[in-house]
């Protein structure tokens, strides 16, 4: 089943395919209680939320996330840089993040971005990221989930300059419209891609592969 991933505001998303995954569940509207699994990517109050984790979860959902989360949360299974979970027709690997320029997003702290392969498809959530060099080293890439506020993230301007090392096919922006980052900013990076199909979502909307 070729996955179905929405935008649900700020950092967050559901991909909906073979499983149901989410990442950085924030804000979340209902309480659907349908993860199969939850990937958190750091600790910090916007991306890991206690409240939002429990509404989208399940007695069967299966959490990934850096030791610091997991330690309060009392749950789910420490998950550091080069980590792999490997199911049926599912695979997760975890990608570096971290801002070489900001002391709130160092490298030591093995905070996390997301490589996730599942029905046929293959899609990079970025996380709390600048560029780093194991962006060179992740290989084809169907979409590309990055960030654009450029506070302790990429900007528009280098989230264009990532996407062109990486190439994904397509690409979409996030971190823009809740805290920080402006539409007119996520309409820069989609305007100016060339090296990808980058598509502007509101929350809530959906891209499914063509």
């Not at 209680?33 to 939002?52: E, G, P, V």
């Not at 420490?78 to 320029?101: C, M, V, W």
């Not at 600048?130 to 989230?159: F, R, S, W, Y």
């Amino acid at each position: 089943m070729t996955p179905t991933v929405t935008w649900l505001g700020h950092a967050s998303f559901k991909i909906s395919g073979t499983k149901t995954i989410y990442i950085d569940p924030w804000k979340i509207a209902k309480a659907p209680h349908d993860a199969d699994i939850i990937l958190i990517s750091h600790n910090h109050y916007d991306h890991f939320s206690i409240f939002d984790i429990e509404r989208v979860s399940k007695p069967t959902s299966m959490i990934f996330a850096p030791a610091s989360v997991i330690d309060e949360l009392k749950r789910g299974n420490p998950f550091r840089p080069g980590d792999h979970a490997q199911g049926e027709e599912l695979s997760i690997t975890g990608i570096p993040a971290y801002h070489k320029n900001s002391p709130v997003h160092p490298k030591q702290k093995d905070w996390l971005g997301f490589f996730i392969s599942m029905g046929g498809k293959t899609i990079y959530y970025a996380g709390d990221t600048n560029i780093i060099q194991e962006m060179q080293t992740i290989g084809h890439t169907d979409l590309m989930l990055v960030p654009i506020n450029g506070i302790h993230t990429l900007t528009p301007k280098t989230a264009l300059k990532a996407c062109s090392i990486i190439r994904p096919v397509h690409a979409i922006p996030y971190q823009w419209g809740e805290l920080l980052g402006t539409e007119a900013e996520a309409q820069y990076f989609v305007s100016y891609a060339r090296s990808t199909k980058a598509h502007l979502l509101q929350p809530g909307e959906s891209f499914t592969f063509g």
